[in-house]
């Protein structure tokens, strides 16, 4: 039964070569791969989402599918690139569900990027919560969002941060706030 599966994947996949798919029929065969979650399926979308646009934004979609934490290294640095604010989305959730400690450093990065662009607030809220999830008991995060605290004189961005200080178990943090 398994090697059926995979002969027909492999076939799909020399069809998928073999003829040019048009934008739509690309995002349509994306959803299927994302569906069956093969290796083979897999490869196809990490060499899609090098080619930007729709066709890389549902890549990414489909790839956030599999849970799978081999693929954060290939995921998580497209959030410095210049990509819409739903990829973003999608691949701030896919940390939420895989990240990690080693992942608070891209967190950071995408929170020092974005916290003055009004148009990435809730981004930037969920990076925080993302932090507080996987940042526990991590002196990085808890330094940065202490810092992020002391420091931010954007409210909305504050706001964020005081969320996440929930991770902090020090007293004398919270009685600056009051």
Do not use: W
Request: with cysteine; proline share 2%.
């Amino acid at each position: 039964m398994s090697e059926e599966k995979n002969f027909l994947q492999s076939i799909k996949l020399d069809i998928s070569r073999s003829f040019k798919l048009e934008p739509y029929e690309r995002v349509a065969f994306h959803n299927i791969l994302g569906i069956l979650k093969s290796e083979a399926g897999k490869n196809l979308l990490l060499r899609e989402v090098e080619k930007g646009g729709d066709i890389s934004a549902s890549a990414i979609n489909a790839l956030a599918g599999f849970d799978d934490q081999s693929l954060l290294p290939v995921i998580s640095p497209l959030l410095e690139k210049k990509i819409s604010l739903p990829e973003k989305d999608i691949i701030l959730d896919f940390i939420c569900r895989n990240g990690s400690a080693g992942d608070i450093k891209t967190v950071i990065n995408f929170i020092e990027l974005n916290k003055d662009d009004n148009e990435s607030e809730r981004l930037v809220r969920k990076a925080f919560e993302i932090l507080r999830k996987i940042g526990a008991g991590e002196d990085e995060a808890v330094s940065y969002i202490v810092s992020s605290v002391r420091s931010s004189e954007n409210a909305r961005y504050l706001y964020s941060a005081i969320s996440a200080l929930s991770i902090v178990r020090k007293i004398e943090i919270y009685e600056e706030l009051l």
